[in-house]
């Protein structure tokens, strides 16, 4: 703020100076460019120093141990680092707390000590440096929106490329997982076997040390319960829509809209309570009342739930596409003679079409990676069956259950879950791939 206020009157300053009105930029922008370049390289010199700043003091108190202890194997030394960081930190350690302990843990706070104040004077020094300099250079003939433009530009720059290298990493990391449990498990076993059973024993005397992953069933599961969950959300989220923007006055739909978007805010798990003790019950006692045999936990029951969940995600987005369409559009069609409905189906809709694609495209993604409905309607067996009245699991729910317990993490029951996650992954590129030829090929037609 100092640097904000300081470069802006050095701007008023100048151009009083030069006559007035022979600033290349307003002073708004010279402010701003005094801001930026006392801000970031101290943000930058504070990043750096937070970031390798443990790592030198550990080695400089690792470096002044006892010789006795230094020259322990680098597992038991970690094992002294922590127990002298966790008294640096006021915790329990693993051992007796031993004279040559506490004074290296005496030592550790009195370099953090110096640290934070050497960051402080470094860091302030170099704000003031840079502000210095900035305000030397303050001139008429500086172009101080073009710098200051260019710098939120790198910015952006910068953030696009965070998020592209961080969906690199995600894919990266779940790849390499997978291709450690392919070693243990054929990939056509996986893909392909139609038992799945990935319990593992801890100790080699343990029965079932060998487990089944065949992923048919789970694959079986998953498509079935986002199926059904789509055939209730994609007819009622579009005609709903339609409705909404078509047909509608402002009252009704200044209501029903907020209405129908509040189930989009409504914890899944409250959703997963409503399925297993309302929606699961009917379905089995209506069952049985004509004589069919439903489970207690069915993929019917958590399709509906999950189907009445995602309708904001296609009635919203495909409200808001139908009402970008132009007006004008609208307004050809019933120069031509076309009714509302003829208007609604040949013009408005396929003029839509991108978009609404778009949106059951995101309810899509949104029913396959959905868990606590899963788990609470449908529940954890892995069957092979076509049956919606049958129990039933999804992707996504047994990479929850693989990776909770006490199973050793290099496992292939542990590993397994990658292994669904990189199919998870797969399966949502190809309908994203699918999704896009579907809309090119009507913006062709239509645009």
Known sequence: MLGYYTGRRRAFAVDVEAGGRNLHSRPVYYGILTALWCGIPAMILFLFWLSFEPAIITNIVVTELPSEIKDLPESRLNLVVNDVKNL??????????????????????DLQIVSKAALAVIALSLAILCTLAVFRKITPQLRARNHVEGIFKYFLIICSTFAIFTTIGIVLSVLFEAVRFFKVIPVTEFLFGLDWSPQMAIREDQVGSSGA??????????????????????????????????????????????????????????????????????IRNTGSLIGMDVSSESALAAGLVMGIMIIPFVSSLSDDVINAVPQAMRDGAYALGATNSETIKQVVIPAALPGIVGG??????????????????????ANLTLNPLKTVTTVTVQIVTLLVGDQEFDSPKTLAAFALGLMLFVATLLLNVLALHIVRKYREQYE
Request: proline fraction near 5%; avoid cysteine.
């Open 360 to 381: 059951i495209l995101l309810a899509v993604s949104r029913a396959i990676g959905e868990t606590m409905i899963v788990v609470m309607a449908a529940g954890l067996t």
């Open 88 to 109: 640096v930190e006021g915790n329990i350690v693993s051992g007796e707390v031993k004279p040559w302990m506490q004074k290296a843990a005496d030592h550790y706070k």
């Open 213 to 282: 992953f065949g992923a048919i069933p789970i694959f079986l599961g998953t498509m079935m319960i986002s199926a059904i969950a789509m055939l209730v959300a994609a007819p009622l989220g579009l005609m709903a829509a339609i409705y909404l923007s078509e047909y509608a006055d402002r009252k009704i739909r200044a209501v029903v809209k907020p209405m129908l978007e509040i189930l989009a805010g409504i914890p899944t798990v409250v959703y997963g309570f409503f399925a297993a003790l309302t929606v699961a019950p009917f």
